[in-house]
């Protein structure tokens, strides 16, 4: 779409930029919106604010595939859930209060870790496992899909039955509907779906100039895929995660993390369907699987957080998080020496 490098990082510079203002507005609409329907915090998180965030993922990396380029849009989706676990790490750096996992620990927080250690390991499969030469998309794709719409299942019977509930303390942050008011319903949920549609075609405007970006500077599709357009496409999670900290929604910062790499599983399904040359597992390289495995060894370690609720750690730092950003960064220096 941009034939000129220097349009191409402009470009790629306004629609990050977008992307990040955009993610402090939504953050607010989300609070509001999630006490006002009734629908709480966790819940809103995980059906809606994470399907919005993940919008310049789904249209950064659709755009990938259908360009047949497998591994730009594997390593953007990939690349995208192993950041936004280290964002949560950041997140608890910010929170000074307290470990941000025990102050927000809920059932349906917990649900969401296992659930996506299930779904991780999905594409993962699909990868060792043969094709249907038939078929043009992986069998594992459909199951994908089925899998997501079961967990958003169980995810609602947690939050409405719930059989497991956290031990309250002081540093504890429950998820109660603030009494302020900021006009009609109707503006909120206004602002909020102008919003989505904005993060999603600068996510779109992104992944081309990224393509332009990779083509004549010769980096390769997983270096740029797995750490540029990973981090600039997922910077909605970081902004609305800060945001609602600072507006002590600490529930919905993080089930939207939780909730966004969940949702990041139809965009992996998306880009199988919308790959042009079969099934996009085939042609991906191996460095993906690391993204994979590293995404599902970060999340195992936030369980850990979620169900250790250690109050204080060293500088205030839970221990869950010093370790996801150590892997973050060792996997970084990895997919960099790697090329």
């Known amino acids: 779409m941009f034939a000129s490098l220097n349009i191409s990082i402009m470009i790629f510079g306004i629609a990050a930029l977008v992307i990040i203002t955009a993610g402090t507005w939504l953050a607010r609409f989300a609070d509001e919106l999630a006490d006002r329907t009734g629908m709480g915090e966790a819940l809103f998180g995980v059906l809606l604010l994470a399907g919005v965030t993940s919008l310049p993922d ?69 990868i060792i496992t043969p094709t249907i030469p038939q078929w043009t998309v992986h069998p594992i794709t459909p199951v994908i899909v089925v899998a997501y719409l079961f967990g958003l299942h169980l995810v609602m019977r947690t939050q409405e039955k719930p059989m497991w509930f956290p031990r309250l ?93 969940c949702f990041n599983m139809l965009v992996v399904a998306a880009a199988d369907i919308g790959y042009p040359h079969g099934s996009i597992y085939a042609d991906m390289a191996p460095v993906q699987m690391m993204w994979g495995l590293v995404s599902i060894l970060m999340t195992a370690i936030l369980l850990l957080g979620l169900v250790r609720r250690e109050t204080y750690g060293v500088g205030r730092i839970g221990f869950e998080s010093t370790l996801l950003l150590t892997v973050y960064a060792a996997t970084i220096s990895l997919v960099v020496m790697s090329g």
């Open 58 to 126: 789904f249209a950064a990396t659709l755009s990938a595939a259908i360009d047949a380029r497998p591994d730009l849009a594997m390593s953007n989706v990939m690349g995208s859930m192993a950041i936004n676990l280290a964002f949560l790490g950041i997140a608890d750096i910010v929170y000074r209060k307290a470990n941000l996992e025990h102050a927000a620990a809920s059932s349906v927080n917990l649900m969401l870790a296992s659930l996506l250690i299930v779904f991780l390991t999905l594409p993962l499969l699909a």
């Open 169 to 261: 303390t002081r540093q504890t942050v429950p998820d109660k509907p603030s009494q302020r008011q900021h006009g009609r319903l109707s503006t909120a949920w206004f602002g909020f779906i102008i919003l989505a549609v904005v993060t999603g075609i600068a996510g779109w405007l992104l992944m081309e100039a990224a393509k332009v970006i990779a083509s004549q500077t010769g980096l390769s599709d997983t270096l740029v895929g797995g750490l540029l357009t990973a981090l600039a496409t997922s910077t909605p999670e970081l902004v609305t995660t800060i945001a609602a900290i600072r507006y002590g929604a600490l529930t919905l910062a993080v089930s939207n993390i939780f909730g966004t790499n």
